[in-house]
């Protein structure tokens, strides 16, 4: 089994900033992207930013310009420093990562944090 465990989460103003961070743990071989989503009351679920293990980045065109992904694959962590927050910002921000798990088969199943609650205040 995967977990994976968002934090830095919480409260801040508009024009603040917060950088979140998740750890995998558990059966891991490998991983491939690690990204962040999030979704606010009443929405779907959207792609906020990911990266591959290579490194390559993609953003959604909200957040580009404020928002920065970046990993530290010998600890299995990816981390968001969020920037210029707008109060369009506030979500439960969800952690994901597509993790290999058996040595012997190639195969990379995705998984999912619980989520951290962002929210940015006017």
């Known amino acids: 089994q995967v977990q994976l465990v968002e934090s830095g989460g919480g409260l801040v103003q508009a024009g603040g900033s917060l950088r979140l961070s998740c750890v995998a743990s558990?059966?891991?071989?490998?991983?491939?992207?690690m990204g962040w989503y999030r979704q606010a009351p009443g929405k779907q679920r959207e792609l906020v930013a990911s990266?591959?293990?290579?490194?390559?980045?993609n953003y959604a065109d909200s957040v580009k310009g404020r928002f920065t992904i970046s990993r530290d694959n010998a600890k299995n962590t990816v981390y968001l420093q969020m920037s210029s927050l707008k109060p369009e910002d506030t979500s439960v921000y969800y952690c994901?990562?597509?993790?290999?798990?058996?040595?012997?088969?190639?195969?990379?199943?995705?998984?999912w944090g619980q989520g951290t609650l962002v929210t940015v205040s006017s």
């Open positions: 990266m591959t293990s290579g490194g390559s980045t």
């Open positions: 994901n990562a597509d993790v290999r798990s058996d040595r012997y088969v190639v195969g990379y199943l995705t998984n």
């Open positions: 558990g059966s891991i071989v490998s991983i491939d992207t």
